[in-house]
């Protein structure tokens, strides 16, 4: 390559290389103005736009509040506000707590300002949310009549005959649906449940019967007891099968043959006391599990 020819071109003159030079110095000092400056636009922020913002956040929480009270548009008992309503009604947790501790005392309210008495909550909420009280019909027939005289004569009154108690292994189903809250649904399975067992041994295997609500179990045991029949068949735990010990319902299959190699290798069981040594045993259904059981 001729490198002679190609001096001609890389040749400048004075002026020139001034010139190169300036123009260098130019495109530094764009790229240094193009990385210092800030070029976010500042927002100038007045007096009057932050005071119409405040006013305007102040308008739009009180639609929510009117909106929230809006939805509430049917009458109730303050005596019985859960957590949850005391909240979406603008109670705050403390005097939702007040008004829990009260109750629990046994003590009922009877008009609005007991209620703020009791809760603390301030004017402007009970203003909003005392329309929507329903107090007992007793206590607006009481201040509708105050000069009513009441007679203190003691009456006599027949004395209600106590519910025949009836033996739970012998209801039918009718006997069954005439305890409040049980159906065909829940009859039906508590008869499924004595057949699968043979019969009940205690009120409390009603515990175990799925669907039965605790109101519902107190009604049981209010109008049934149990009275075990001669006839209960008892499985003997030192001669019976695996097979017969895992058709138990107190026993999976896994204890079932833990008892039988627990029997094989360590003798007979003695008592339930040994039973409740197996590996996964249900100790706390040992009583009525004894009570199917022979040793």
């Given at each position: 390559?001729?490198?002679k020819?190609?001096?001609?071109y890389?040749?400048?003159?004075?002026?020139q290389?001034i010139?190169?030079?300036?123009?260098?110095?130019?495109?530094?000092g764009l790229?240094l103005?193009?990385?210092?400056?800030d070029?976010?636009?500042?927002?100038?922020?007045?007096?009057?736009k932050?005071?119409?913002?405040?006013?305007q956040?102040?308008?739009?929480?009180?639609?929510?509040?009117?909106?929230?009270?809006?939805?509430?548009?049917?009458?109730?008992?303050?005596?019985?506000?859960?957590?949850?309503k005391?909240y979406?009604l603008g109670?705050?947790?403390?005097?939702i707590?007040?008004?829990?501790a009260f109750?629990?005392?046994?003590?009922?309210?009877?008009s609005?300002?007991?209620?703020?008495?009791?809760?603390?909550?301030?004017?402007?909420?009970?203003?909003?949310?005392?329309?929507?009280?329903k107090?007992?019909?007793?206590?607006q027939?009481k201040?509708n009549?105050?000069?009513?005289?009441?007679?203190f004569?003691?009456?006599?009154?027949?004395?209600?005959?106590?519910?025949a108690?009836?033996?739970?292994?012998?209801?039918?189903?009718?006997?069954?649906m005439?305890?409040?809250?049980?159906?065909e649904?829940?009859?039906?399975r508590?008869?499924?449940?004595?057949?699968?067992?043979?019969s009940?041994?205690s009120?409390?295997?009603?515990?175990?019967?799925?669907?039965?609500s605790?109101?519902?179990?107190?009604e049981?045991?209010?109008?049934f007891?149990?009275?075990?029949?001669?006839?209960?068949?008892?499985?003997?735990?030192?001669?019976?099968?695996?097979?017969?010990?895992?058709?138990?319902?107190?026993?999976?299959?896994?204890?079932a043959?833990?008892?039988?190699?627990?029997?094989?290798?360590n003798?007979?069981f003695?008592?339930?006391?040994?039973?409740?040594?197996?590996?996964?045993?249900?100790?706390?259904?040992?009583?009525?599990?004894?009570?199917?059981?022979?040793f």
């Open positions: 390559m001729n490198f020819s190609l001096q001609q890389l040749r400048f003159t004075k002026q290389r010139g190169i030079f300036m123009l260098f110095l130019i495109m530094i790229q103005f193009y990385f210092l400056s070029f976010n636009v500042s927002e100038t922020k007045s007096p009057e932050e005071q119409w913002l405040a006013l956040s102040e308008i739009d929480q009180d639609k929510l509040i009117d909106k929230s009270l809006k939805q509430v548009n049917y009458l109730f008992n303050p005596n019985f506000i859960s957590d949850y005391g979406k109670m705050s947790v403390e005097e707590d007040r008004l829990t109750r629990k005392e046994n003590k009922y309210l009877n609005a300002e007991e209620f703020q008495k009791v809760t603390g909550i301030s004017d402007s909420l009970l203003n909003k949310i005392s329309p929507l009280f107090f007992p019909d007793w206590k027939n201040t009549h105050p000069t009513e005289k009441k007679d004569s003691i009456k006599s009154f027949p004395k209600k005959e106590k519910p108690v009836l033996n739970i292994n012998e209801a039918t189903q009718e006997d069954l005439k305890i409040y809250g049980i159906g649904g829940l009859s039906t508590i008869l499924k449940q004595k057949e699968i067992l043979g009940f041994v009120m409390d295997q009603m515990k175990e019967i799925w669907g039965l605790p109101e519902v179990i107190n049981l045991n209010a109008h007891k149990v009275v075990i029949p001669s006839s209960l068949k008892k499985i003997n735990v030192n001669e019976a099968s695996l097979k017969e010990l895992a058709q138990f319902s107190y026993f999976k299959y896994g204890i043959k833990q008892i039988v190699t627990y029997r094989s290798m003798g007979n003695n008592n339930i006391e040994d039973l409740a040594k197996i590996k996964d045993f249900p100790v706390e259904k040992a009583k009525i599990i004894s009570l199917y059981l022979e």
